[in-house]
């Protein structure tokens, strides 16, 4: 049975920085691309970046380009998203995400993922 768990959601003054992370477990996670989602309430899931399954290629969508970084460590089974300098625009529930495939097919494309987490709370304050 494939797990994933997010964590290191919270609070946050506009400005900061958050750090999340994800663990897999029961998915060969070192052979599958990976990805973060987000979502508010009322809206669709939004994909956030997504990073190959070495880790070579990743992408972001434009509007957290320069400011989230998507990075993975295939011998701890965990994926991270480092989040600068946020804004009150970021909150959301945020998601990761195993897919099928060993390619990340575009940050904004939720259909090769198949394994989802429950998600963990991002607030960030004006």
């Known amino acids: 049975q494939v797990q994933v768990v997010e964590s290191g959601g919270g609070l946050v003054q506009a400005g900061g920085s958050l750090r999340l992370s994800c663990t897999v477990s029961g998915l060969s996670f070192g052979s599958y691309a990976m990805g973060w989602f987000r979502q508010t309430p009322g809206k669709e899931r939004q994909g956030v970046s997504c990073i190959s399954w070495n880790g070579a290629y990743t992408d972001v969508v434009d509007s957290v380009k320069g400011r989230f970084t998507i990075s993975r460590d295939n011998n701890k089974n965990t994926l991270d998203l480092q989040m600068n300098n946020l804004e009150p625009e970021d909150t959301a529930m945020y998601y990761c995400?195993?897919?099928?495939?060993?390619?990340?097919?575009?940050?904004?494309?939720?259909?090769?993922?198949?394994?989802w987490g429950q998600g963990t709370q991002v607030t960030v304050s004006s």
């Open positions: 995400a195993a897919a099928r495939v060993m390619a990340c097919l575009g940050a904004d494309n939720p259909g090769h993922f198949h394994y």
